[in-house]
């Protein structure tokens, strides 16, 4: 499947800001089963200096900075990304769980992808018994990894209300679990908590979910969004499998990756610092189009 | 002297000797110090003993108090964390304690340690090396990948860049084993603190036993500094770099040991802030424009130096700093990503990693460590879990307090089932240890000297001629007899250490030798920073002086109950009023005025009273200690104890006693800086502050007190505030009239306290300032003192009225925007700082 990705962001500023240092994390990423064809990134107001470059987790990054007072900073891509992922393997014929944990623990790798970089807590997702507990509901002993895993995506999606009005970025996963109520990445920092919980190791996914109209209707132009999921290491020979608890689905040629990393604080589309008091306003407009 | 018991009544040196080591006794089961198990005192440690017991009590408590004023007039002292009061910084700030009795070590015995710290220096760097680049120990399974991505101190984005972790400091936790043997307890790599620590140490201990040094030929500790400097510079790609020591601030619990360090080894001491990277280059920010920073000694965290690329929420980093490393435009020590060998869970893997990078055993063992991530070392804890201390494998992610090892054996057998629970749920967050009986080292108490456990952290350095090792250290010891790991943050004191030589010690200091001192007059250029502190710290004294000349006046005229002087009530009422609208006393509905003044004075809701301005004049001048003398430091604790409010109620006059002595303890410091403070840019951006206050505080007065029309009693009132009255006495025989009061404190140039002088000297100092492009056209603060001086000298005091005085006062807030814009946010205005003068 071939998409054309739109995706703008602007802030807009009560006063202006005279200054901004920011790095991007925008632009899609080549690799696990998707080939970026061709992507473009366009800031305005323009910046002084532009740095762009690929980070650790080989995840796209652009650093900006911004000399002149502006009171909107426009964010825009336009990508074009090929999506083709072999199919999921049988859960039940993956390794079992507990061998799973013993060769990440004994991972010989410190590359990006090595189970080695997943399994320890991270900036946004601490250890929390409670959520190994529930995590742990799912992987009886010797059970086969992949089977239990999706079982705990299942969970997630019955157990948990989606609700756009109960957390922000910075809400803790502690309490989001607490409520049973959050967005995709409370949902992905959670069940990452959980598998890491369990020494798994669990990677945090950003990127975009194709969506489809109700029949008869036409596609809304910008109505899409940004999305967010999780990757799970199921030993050497099936490597890395896509979980998205959010809608209870095994990744496929729907999701479209923009970042992959340790948790959201590894993949924010933006981290920065900009001179200037005053309060921002932010606007995301996102439109996937299946092109053939 | 009755803490000292027993020595009291001791008459001669043998008696005194008896009475010191009355039941010394070394602990059961540990090695000791100063005496063997027979109860003989180890050779190296009978000078010192003879010293003291050569000493009476008395004097023997004075040398103590030379040493201990020494630790408190230097200001040297130690944070305790968790103390911190946002209102009040420097509240947690405690004097550090010292013991009067150093650690001695023979130097055979450490020229073992010197040569096992180097060793490990070497081995943990090498190791550094890999881990950031080729990856050949994880590849070939010497090291598991996971004992590194454990720990929140490995840096993912250094991956390959030059220099990633490598280390120019190293220290290390030593501890002696009831064997005698020396162990390695713990490695710190990523910003060693306590070499300030243990140089402070030593200078204590010299003031109080001079002769000592010499007769047991210690080693001196300036020879180290001077490499450590010196491979610093070796570093750099300029000459003559500039290096800057990056401290979090001064709410970090060793901030004073990094002013001390930054003063002592010509270090600027700069702040995340202070930085700024530019096309890939790293400046300081400085009133002279942008300049370029060679090496960067960071203090700080390596997660915390970048909230681009490392941890965004950094507020102590430099935006692009990791940049800059990659395009490998700036040299930071220990590079970033070096905290990752800290980690207990390598410390299992050292003996291994040792032979096969350095082809060497480890000539310094580490305590045996089991990390729990392997199954086998999982086992072999489980079973013995009983005998063992459990420690975290890593730092934990985001806060050290639960970075203690907990002594199995402590533990109820609940706790222990969790404990088991989870090293067999995520074992390879653990660490199993063997549990350390420390040695013990002798502490005054009560009269006589008493075993205490102690560590010893030794720092060692990379020079050009290789790892050089300080011969001395930094000794902690604790309080408690049996305590079994010792930190610093529980009553704990530290020592020095001595390590004695065979030959006399020839002495070195860190200063050239004469003839190669090049003459300089202004050194260095003045961080934006430190003059935007400077500035304050002028503004925030003024503003103290005229909030206490207005509660003077008031209170003075309240006690004179028996002037009935036309106007008196009135000029009470509106001195009271000022109080008000300065912020410095609370509204007076309902409220007697007296009660209001003494609020002004000690009052710390108000944030316009003295006691509040005082306290903020001391954080501001604690930001910049490393730029104020003693003397000057010390006015401070004068001032706030002086405005301490009383715990019974004071009477009018006790409260006018108290303004008047602050005024006196304010004029001495004025005294100071006028005499002491050489008269550089820093000297001018506390007089800037300091004027600019005084000028817009004196048109305040001048509007409110002086209109046509107003009765005689308030124009005194006016000379009062303005310390004019004499002048005036002497110039005008009549009672207090309008024009020419007013041109005395505002137009007259030749009056010290008038507005005019003011606008003078503002005018002088901004023109001694640099500047930043050589066109010939005026800065914009230049422009405005200009303009400011000459509304003055044409103006004419029978034409003032209060929206004249009020054009001057705006003149000067907009001057005082003017310098903060030009010289201190060049961040909100790069379009203003042009990069036209880099250095």
Known sequence: MIYEIRHLTSYAYARPVPFARCILRVLPREGDGQHVVASELSVTPRSVERHDGICFFGNHTTTLTIAKPHRELRIETRSRVEVNRAAAPFPALTRNWEEVTALAQGAQSLAPDSPAQYIYPSRLVPTVDEITAYAQESFQARRPVFEAARELMGRVRRDFTYDPEATEVSTPIREAFAQRHGVCQDFAHIMIAGLRGLGLPAAYVSGYLRTIPPAGQPRLEGADATHAWVMIWCGPETGWIGLDPTNDLIVGDDHIITATGRDYADVSPLDGVLVGPGSQKLDVKVDVIPVS | ?839
Not at chain 2, 6 to 30: D, F, I, K, M, V
Not at chain 2, 51 to 79: N, P
Request: proline share 5%.
């Open chain 2, 1 to 839: 002297m009755a803490q000292h018991g027993r020595l009291n009544s001791a008459r001669t040196r043998g008696e005194r000797r008896n009475a010191l080591l009355a039941g010394y006794r070394p602990l059961p089961g540990a090695y000791d110090e100063l005496m063997a198990p027979d109860g003989t005192v180890r050779p190296q440690w009978e000078p010192f003993l003879s010293e003291w017991s050569g000493l009476s009590a008395d004097e023997l408590q004075r040398r103590f108090g030379l040493a201990d004023r020494h630790v408190r007039d230097t200001g040297v002292s130690y944070r305790v964390h968790g103390d911190v009061d946002a209102n009040d910084p420097l509240a947690g700030e405690r004097a550090w304690p010292l013991n009067h009795a150093p650690l001695v070590i023979t130097g055979a015995e450490w020229q073992v340690i010197a040569a096992g710290v180097a060793q490990r220096a070497q081995l943990l760097n090498a190791l550094l090396g890999d881990i950031y680049g080729p990856g050949r120990l994880v590849r070939e399974g010497a090291l598991p990948a996971a004992a590194i991505t454990g720990s929140p101190d490995y840096l993912r984005p250094l991956q390959g860049t030059n220099g990633a972790g490598q280390l120019q400091t190293y220290a290390a936790d030593l501890g002696r084993g009831p064997d005698g043997r020396w162990w390695i307890l713990g490695d710190k790599t990523q910003a060693p603190s306590g070499a300030g620590y243990a140089l402070e140490n030593r200078l204590a201990l010299g003031r109080a036993f001079p002769d000592l040094f010499r007769t047991m030929n210690v080693e001196r500790l300036a020879a180290f500094f001077q490499s450590f400097r010196t491979g610093l510079v070796a570093r750099a790609k300029r000459v003559e770099p500039r290096i800057c020591l990056l401290t979090p601030g001064q709410l970090n619990e060793s901030y004073f040991e990094q002013a001390y360090l930054a003063r002592y080894l010509g270090f600027l001491l700069v702040e995340g802030g202070d930085l700024v990277m530019r096309d890939g280059l790293v400046h300081v920010r400085t009133i002279a424009g942008f300049k370029r920073a060679d090496v960067i000694w960071r203090r700080i965290d390596g997660d915390f130096a970048d909230p681009l690329e490392l941890n965004a929420a950094s507020a102590l980093g430099v935006p692009g700093l990791v940049e800059a490393i990659r395009q490998d435009n700036v040299v930071v020590a220990n590079g970033l990503g070096s905290g990752v060998v800290e980690s207990r869970a390598l410390m299992s893997f050292m003996p291994a990693l040792a032979r096969n990078i350095l082809g060497e055993e480890l000539i310094l063992p580490n305590i045996a460590t089991w990390w729990c991530g392997q199954p086998h070392e999982r086992r072999i804890v489980l079973d013995r879990l009983d005998e063992m201390s459990i420690a975290p494998a890593f730092r934990a992610n985001g806060g050290s307090l639960d970075d203690q090892p907990l002594l199995v054996a402590d533990l109820d057998g609940a706790a222990r089932e969790r404990l088991r629970a989870a090293i067999e749920q995520r074992g390879l967050d653990h660490v199993g240890q063997e549990v350390v009986r420390l040695s013990t080292m002798p502490v005054l108490h009560d009269g006589r000297l008493e075993p205490r456990p102690m560590t010893l952290r030794v720092f060692a350095a990379a020079t050009p001629e290789g790892w050089q090792v300080m011969p001395g250290g930094f000794c902690r010891i604790s309080d408690e007899a049996d305590a079994r790991a010792v930190t610093m943050r529980s009553g704990v004191r530290s020592s020095d250490v001595w390590v004695t030589s065979d030959r006399p010690v020839e002495p070195v200091t860190l200063l050239p030798s004469p003839d190669k001192i090049a003459i300089r007059r202004i050194v260095g250029i003045l961080p934006s920073r430190a003059a935007d502190n400077l500035f304050w710290l002028g503004r925030y004294l003024e503003r103290t002086e005229a909030t206490l000349r207005l509660v003077r006046a008031v209170l003075g005229r309240l006690i004179n109950a028996d002037d009935q002087a036309p106007g008196h009530a009135e000029t009470i009422k509106r001195l009271a009023n000022l109080l008000v609208a300065w912020g410095a006393a609370p509204s007076g509905r309902g409220k007697a005025i007296a009660s209001q003044a003494t609020s002004a004075l000690f009052g710390l809701d108000e944030y316009g009273s003295a006691a509040a301005s005082v306290r903020e004049a001391r954080r501001t001048a604690s930001v910049i200690r490393e730029r104020l003398s003693v003397d000057a430091w010390r006015l401070f604790g004068d001032l706030q104890r002086q405005l301490t409010a009383p715990r019974k109620p004071v009477s009018e006059g006790e409260a006018f006693e108290v303004a008047d002595s602050a005024l006196k303890s304010l004029a001495a410091f004025s005294g100071l800086s006028q005499e002491n403070m050489v008269r550089g840019a820093g000297w001018r951006f506390l007089d800037i502050g300091r004027r600019l206050e005084r000028g817009v505080t004196t048109c305040r007065y001048a509007r409110h007190f002086a209109e046509s029309g107003t009765p005689g009693n308030c124009l005194d009132a006016l000379l009062d505030l303005t310390d004019s009255q004499i002048t005036y006495r002497s110039r005008y025989q009549l009672g207090a009239a309008l024009q020419p009061v007013l041109d005395l404190v505002m137009l007259d140039p030749y009056n010290p306290r008038s507005v005019a002088f003011q606008v003078e000297r503002l005018d002088q100092e901004i023109a001694a300032l640099p500047t930043l492009s050589d066109d010939g056209m005026l800065e914009e603060p230049r422009r405005l003192a200009l303009r400011l001086a000459a509304e003055c000298r044409t103006a004419e005091a029978s034409r003032l009225d209060r929206a004249s005085i009020l054009l001057f006062e705006q003149l000067l807030m907009g001057l005082s925007n003017a310098v903060a814009d030009r010289y201190f946010l060049q961040n909100a205005h790069p379009e203003g700082s042009r990069m036209t003068q880099l250095a």
